[in-house]
């Protein structure tokens, strides 16, 4: 089971750290995501996180704003947003599936890309607005 929290209302150009914690799951054997679906439109891989927190991915529009990692101690995967766009409301989500035989960066890009999971949280709302 995956458990989202730390969504809320920020104004343009704050900040929000999402968390996804996993119980009866150790997240430190799956590749996690943050995925995120606004009214109308589809669903969409944000950032994902493999074995370490050196094997991430990140969509074009969060570059250099997000930033995704893993404490296995805490069995907790981060979302760390920055400079938050109206265009960023959502409800955000996570989702974990198995590392995989040979984790790697190019299966922690297409678990985002292709919106791969096993297991999936019930998510976080995130709205800007001013």
């Known amino acids: 089971q995956l458990t989202e929290s730390g969504g809320g209302l920020v104004p343009p150009g704050g900040s929000l750290l999402l968390s996804c914690t996993g119980s009866?799951?150790?997240?430190?054997?799956?590749?996690v995501g943050w995925f995120r679906q606004a009214p109308g439109k589809e669903r969409e891989g944000v950032s994902c996180?493999?074995?370490?927190?050196?094997?991430?991915y990140y969509i074009n529009s969060a570059k250099g704003r997000f930033t995704i990692s893993k404490d296995s101690d805490k069995n907790t995967v981060y979302l760390r947003m920055a400079d938050l766009k109206p265009g960023d409301t959502a409800l955000y989500f996570c989702?974990?599936?198995?590392?995989?035989?040979?984790?790697?960066?190019?299966?922690?890009?297409?678990?985002?890309?292709?919106?791969?999971?096993?297991?999936w949280g019930r998510g976080t709302q995130v709205t800007v607005s001013s």
């Open positions: 009866g799951l150790s997240l430190a054997n799956y590749t």
């Open positions: 996180i493999g074995s370490d927190n050196d094997m991430t």
């Open positions: 989702g974990a599936r198995p590392l995989g035989p040979f984790p790697s960066t190019s299966y922690v890009r297409f678990t985002c890309t292709e919106l791969l999971g096993d297991y």
